[in-house]
């Protein structure tokens, strides 16, 4: 059976790559992710399936604990899921995201971002790793398995989510509407890892407010955004702190704790004195820490700056405020899914504690799903000429084929075989 699982995931390659591809072509930014939604629905449908949209509700997210703060409008925003099978074996959640980060400054690609081309194994594009072919590789399992006319003896879940990259409210908004299951693969680009365990994160802003004035006169000033300076001094003091004594988990990482300052905006006009600047930054936890204590070291590190200075300083918050998590490295799902990989490649995968984040957290701390994520070999996400290495799209789907036949257990169903199974 596993040959034939494999040999029919692989025929599906073209139809995957064809996926991404038109993925790609729709620049899912946040508050643009209707169209990349669109393209799942139809794809789910193509599977013989019926996609059910799941809308973010912002009352609900706000009320709940996971729930992301955000200053941006979610109405009509919706994930797209599409269950397939069911019986009495085990349920599982297949779940991707379809939001992609800013592919700016554009200029420094050697191509349209949202025109994917592939040369030779790779293939480019923003999203094509991070991570639309995750996505691809979840339909190609499935049109694999029922080219064999199998069918899963327990509820396998498609969820295409949004919000990822910024919140995590996509996927809480599935669990908040009870689509939870016996485990749940995330498909990022863990380059064919396993990973079982994953920083928090939280995201803050710092507004600085100075006193503008005429350049001439700039003595008479309080420039902001020189102060900016001292507050990111202040903050880089605050991640070496954290840095200073890690879990064993992150024992092996000479630095897990990463701050970055992603955005700054200031000032209004050459010649006056800036009275104004923020700064949009990222910070990370270890699992089992308190976000509601990492945001009181924030908020105290600010304070040292601004004690005896000219300016005043306000931290605010918008997006992620997530914990991290670990699932115990003997979970049956880690088991069962590092089988099922290792008779693709012939080698079991390691398992990996990420310095980032994903939506796993969410599944494990409020769904009560165990969860991991394991995908494709990406490069340069979130970076200029983001590529996915198309054979890890193959390989990737044939290890959730044969994890689905393992897990949920696969009967012979002809009358459930969709449209990827009829095509030959």
């Not at 910070?283 to 908020?299: F, I």
């Not at 290792?342 to 504690?353: E, N, Y």
Request: overall charge negative; proline content about 6%.
């Amino acid at each position: 059976m596993d040959t034939e699982i494999l040999a029919a995931v692989a025929a599906e390659q073209p139809a995957m790559v064809d996926l991404v591809r038109e993925l790609v072509a729709a620049p899912t930014l946040l508050g643009a992710e209707a169209a990349g939604q669109a393209v799942m629905r139809r794809a789910f449908a193509e599977l013989g399936l019926e996609p059910v949209d799941v809308p973010l509700d912002a009352a609900a997210l706000a009320a709940h604990p996971g729930g992301a703060p955000h200053s941006w409008d979610v109405g009509g925003k919706v994930n797209v899921v599409a269950d397939w099978g069911g019986g009495d074996g085990r349920s599982l959640i297949l779940n991707g995201h379809i939001d992609v980060v800013s592919p700016e400054p554009v200029a420094l690609w050697t191509g349209d971002p949202f025109a994917a081309r592939v040369e030779g194994d790779w293939m480019y594009g923003r999203g094509a790793g991070d991570m639309k072919s995750g996505l691809a590789a979840m339909v190609g399992a499935v049109r694999g398995l029922q080219r064999l006319g199998l069918h899963p003896q327990g509820r396998v879940q498609l969820q295409s989510v949004v919000e990822e990259e910024c919140t995590g409210n996509g996927a809480l908004a599935c669990v908040l509407a009870g689509q939870t299951a016996d485990a749940a693969i995330l498909t990022e680009p863990t380059q064919g890892a396993i990973w079982n365990a994953q920083v928090g994160v939280l995201w803050f802003q710092v507004r600085a407010l100075g006193a503008p004035a005429h350049a001439g006169e700039a003595g008479e000033g309080a420039n902001a955004i020189e102060a900016s300076y001292a507050v990111i001094e202040a903050l880089r003091a605050l991640e070496a702190e954290l840095n200073a004594s890690k879990p064993p988990l992150f024992e092996a990482y000479p630095h897990p704790i990463n701050l970055n300052v992603g955005m700054i905006r200031g000032g209004d006009w050459p010649s006056t004195v800036a009275g104004e600047c923020m700064l949009s930054c990222r910070l990370a936890l270890y699992p089992g820490e308190r976000v509601d204590d990492l945001k009181a070291r924030v908020e105290e590190t600010i304070a040292s700056v601004s004690a005896g200075s000219r300016f005043s300083f306000e931290v605010l918050y918008d997006g992620f405020q997530c914990e991290g998590y670990e699932l115990d490295p003997d979970a049956p799902l880690i088991a069962g899914l590092a089988d099922a990989a290792a008779r693709v490649s012939g080698q079991a995968p390691p398992l990996f504690a990420s310095t980032a984040t994903t939506d796993a957290r969410t599944f494990v701390l409020y769904g009560d799903t165990p969860a991991v994520s394991f995908g494709p070999l990406a490069e340069s996400e979130h970076g200029v000429d983001e590529r996915v290495f198309v054979p890890s799209i193959v390989q990737t789907a044939q290890a959730l084929a044969l994890f689905v036949a393992d897990w949920c257990g696969a009967g012979r169903a002809e009358h459930e075989v969709g449209a990827a199974g009829s095509a030959d």
